[in-house]
């Protein structure tokens, strides 16, 4: 499946993301469920035939205990979950993994949360199989605590990712999210592509319809993230279906 549905998660509901200010989050109005529960959002993007979502927990990303509770529920909906809860060092990684028992899922450590280089190396050879890191972007600039790749081109941080061995990339730039002005990353998906053709790239923020994921999978991107497309409807059954069977 191309498209990867993101489920934000703020104070035990499902929040719009617009932005990245995250203090301005409001439950999601959708066309897909009567309510912003956790379990009406997930049990409607099974409903369109999606196995696998996205669940980006922004209180744990701010420092906070993980819901485990939300996320509970919304495993019970899909095959894979892809959760990221702030996950910046290894002990991190451990609650979750310790969390999922036997579910499958994808450990996401976003660049913002990660203390430094060092920290990301024992999340590699720990948990190789299961990484995903993403490369955040804020107006195309790299949103890091670390002082360097916060200066750096974000190609040239994707390049540093990828050699401290990184099999998985998101490209995501959060000012786009939920602003329907389209990702942003399209070039750099392109360059990133071009140095290593192995790498498993994703990326979404601002995606406005079916022709912006096209352009992004003819970029070298193969999972596209959505999320307002669905609520609104702009992405519906039959999209969903199509791109299933890319």
């Not at 509901?13 to 439950?27: K, L």
């Not at 409607?44 to 993980?66: C, K, M, P, R, S």
Request: aromatic share 4%; proline share 3%; with cysteine.
């Amino acid at each position: 499946m191309v498209l990867l549905p993101v489920i934000d998660l703020q104070a035990g509901m499902v929040v719009h993301g617009r932005a990245g200010q995250r203090d301005s989050y409001r439950p999601v109005r959708s066309s897909l469920c009567a309510d912003a529960e956790p379990a009406s959002v997930a049990e409607a993007f099974q409903n369109l035939g999606f196995d696998e979502t996205y669940v980006a927990d922004l209180d744990a990303i701010g420092g906070q205990a993980f819901d485990r509770r939300s996320l509970d529920t919304i495993s019970r909906c899909f095959s894979r979950i892809w959760i990221d809860a702030g996950t910046g060092d290894l002990q991190q990684a451990e609650q979750i993994m310790s969390w999922a028992g036997g579910r499958d899922i994808r450990l996401v450590c976003g660049l913002e949360s990660l203390p430094s280089p060092q920290h990301l190396e024992p999340l590699v050879h720990g948990f190789h199989d299961q990484l995903v890191v993403s490369l955040d972007l804020v107006r195309g600039q790299v949103k890091s605590p670390v002082a360097r790749w916060s200066s750096l081109a974000p190609d040239q941080v994707a390049r540093e990712l990828i050699e401290l061995g990184v099999s998985r990339l998101i490209l995501l730039d959060l000012s786009r999210v939920g602003v329907d002005q389209g990702t942003g990353t399209r070039e750099l998906c392109r360059r990133v592509r071009q140095f290593d053709e192995g790498i498993e790239l994703i990326c979404g923020g601002g995606v406005r319809d079916s022709q912006d994921i096209r352009e992004l999978l003819a970029d070298g991107c193969q999972r596209v993230l959505v999320a307002s497309t669905l609520h609104d409807g702009r992405l519906g059954v039959s999209e969903v279906k199509a791109f299933a069977e890319l």
